[in-house]
């Protein structure tokens, strides 16, 4: 896929998620969606009987304003969090079911139409009694190419066609726009990813038991296939993919976006990183063979490269053979038998992170559906469930946010006139994108057989690539989007200077268009700001206002953001998730800043929109405490143990009492509005509260 740095408010899909119905506390893990907890209050916005009012809000705001509801939930069996993400994510998910079943009403035996192909994709992923009975039959092409490896020209071969298939290829080739040049689009190589979540899970001694749990799943995918030697082989794949973890960069390391623009041509990758036949791969994946040695790439992390092509090439064919052949049934499993789905589910979620229950076929076939072809979705799905008013509401509410970003700029305290100047020139160019895109996806040429959900599946990566391999050569397309509408979420571009909120994240308690307007702010206002504030955060703010990767501060003003930044990285390295388990504070960094920088222009917004007026009380609450209050409420999640390890290593959101706490006592406005005192655990003195933006 292309893969542009952007910067994402959360990390949850709308239509990804899994498993969303929910009950009172010790309820059984059953029910249909009209069960489901809500998030929000309908009456005004912010749910008051989701409060814990013993706490005192010095000492743990998050509990005092989502305790009670967390303790009356459980997480669903089939998920491994729960929170108003995810309960958004039911009702998209559920729109979607919605939109898949109408399509199918009427099956076609060749499907032409974009509604025929969306029905018979949906109904090939349910129809489990043909995947029981094909068993790893559909596999079997595949694997004969896996086992015709001998040669470093083959294995090349391999990694360059795995980009439109199921096969693997351990590395990462994207096409996405030139950080040097925004204007262009260029090919894109990385360290890619190995079947753990993090380096971090084979080289520290407090994953050992994961570690080992994947050596069992490893050997038992390979037993399901039949391949010789399973356990024996399981090991030597783990001791390969340790070696690998080794000389890759860690999540924080990635962040660089100095140190990860590293262009150079493919015959200059081939000296740097012998090993791998980089032209035969990257031709086999589709770019163009003229010249290949010539042609311009932009390598993100060199000396991990260069590691992992000297590893590979060191590596026996035998072990390399397996190694394909598990990570080609990993790929492929949720589109087998059930052996296949199981082996997948017992490691990958459940394992990794504690989840209880493989999720319903209906819903992974929701989530199989909006993978293979999520724009047609959202074509129809924005028609149904985003008005145009709602559109117009969002656009205003971004406008406002914009606006009192502009006035929190020109009253920085620590920004130079020069840089100040430049800051306000990067905010003006700002594009807003809400809703949908304007353009959507043309799926004409993609082919989808009742039936046939292996080979569906399979096709709809080749379509995806190709699709991306069309960039190549061409201008940056502004109207391209990298979210489908129906995903619960919203981000940032760097490159294209832009903000972009999908129509799902757009509804309560994000946004209420008949809610109080304060817990408006706090809720869908925060998210603008949020990401906004990333265009300044430690990482965006290295992109100038055209989006070209370019140092546009002063040396001066660099320094004095690295100390607050710094400063503040300290209180998320200092924050516990579980007992002995920290955040890290420099690979969050980029995300905490913008939850600082957006709460506080959320409620700088809302002070504006009063022009003037004392703000009204409203269930006996200042107009700031609901502000507060409603950034608080879209936090109330409940993660799973497991979840949380896995999380802490790998995802650069803090957790969630994290995005509530941290940025609350750093906020002036916090302490008047709740009388937090000298005393109270979260209270800083005025000296140690960091303010950036």
Known sequence: MMQRKRFGFHVLSAVSALALTTMSQGAQAQGSASETVKPYDPKWGFDTSGMDKKINPGNDFFDYANGTYLQHIVIPPDRSSFGPFV??????????????????????????????????????????????????????????????????????????????????????????????????????????????????????????????????????????????????????????????????????????????????????????????????????????????????????????????????AGTDFTTLRAWLAYHLVDNAASNLSKNFVQASFDFNQHTLEGQPQLAERWKRGVAATSSGMGWAIGKIYVAKYFPPAAKERITSLTHEVKAAFAVRLQHNAWMSPQTRAAALQKLGNFEIQVGYPNKWRDYSSLVVKPGDIYGNAQRAIAFKWHYDLSHLGQKVDRNEWFMTPQTVNAYNDPTQVEVVFPAAILQP????????????????????????????????????????????????????????????????????????????????????????????????????????????????????????????????????????????????HSAPEARVNLPMHNIDAWYAAFGVKPGDKLYLSPEERVKIW
């Open 87 to 312: 309960i958004l994510a039911d009702t998209a998910r559920e729109r979607v079911q919605g939109i898949l079943r109408d399509a199918g009403k009427n099956p076609a035996a060749d499907p032409k139409t974009t509604e025929e192909k969306l029905g018979a994709y949906y109904a090939s992923f349910l129809d489990e009694a043909t995947a029981e009975k094909l068993g790893a039959t559909p596999l079997q092409p595949d694997l004969d190419a896996v086992k015709k490896i001998n040669d470093v020209q083959a294995l090349a071969t391999l990694f360059g066609k795995a980009q439109g298939s199921f096969q693997f290829i351990p590395f990462g080739i994207s096409i996405d726009a030139d950080a040097n040049d925004p204007t262009q689009y260029a090919l894109m190589i990385d360290q890619g990813s190995l079947g753990l979540p993090d380096r971090d899970y084979y080289l520290k001694p407090e994953f050992a038991a994961k570690k080992a749990a994947y050596q069992a799943y490893i050997a038992k995918a390979l037993g399901l296939i039949g391949w010789q030697d399973a356990t024996s082989v399981a090991g030597k794949i783990v001791a390969l993919e340790t070696n690998l973890a080794k000389v890759q960069w860690s999540k924080t390391e990635q962040r660089d976006p100095v140190k990860t623009y590293n262009p150079m041509t493919v015959g200059e990758l081939a000296k740097r990183a012998p090993g791998i036949d980089w032209s035969v791969l990257l031709t086999n994946a589709g770019v163009p063979a003229d010249h290949i040695e010539n042609y311009r790439v932009v390598v993100n992390e060199p000396s991990a490269l260069t590691g992992m092509a000297k590893i590979i």
């Open 509 to 652: 308690p994000f946004f209420d268009p008949t809610g109080d307007t304060a817990v408006n702010y706090g809720g869908i206002g925060g998210v603008i700001g949020h990401e906004m504030t990333h265009s300044f955060d430690d990482q965006g703010r290295q992109f100038d206002e055209h989006g070209r990767l370019h140092q546009w501060w002063t040396p001066e003003d660099v320094k004095r953001f690295q100390a607050l930044a710094d400063k503040f990285g300290k209180q998320y390295d200092a924050f516990e998730v579980l007992p002995g388990v920290h955040l890290n504070g420099k690979m969050t960094m980029g995300e905490n800043i913008a939850d600082l920088g957006g709460l506080t222009l959320a409620l700088d917004a809302y002070h504006a929109s009063l022009h003037g007026k004392p703000a009204p009380v409203v269930h006996g609450l200042t107009g700031d405490q609901r502000v507060f209050l409603g950034w608080a409420q879209v936090w109330r999640q409940k993660l799973r143990e497991d979840t949380i390890r896995n999380r802490a290593v790998t995802d650069p």
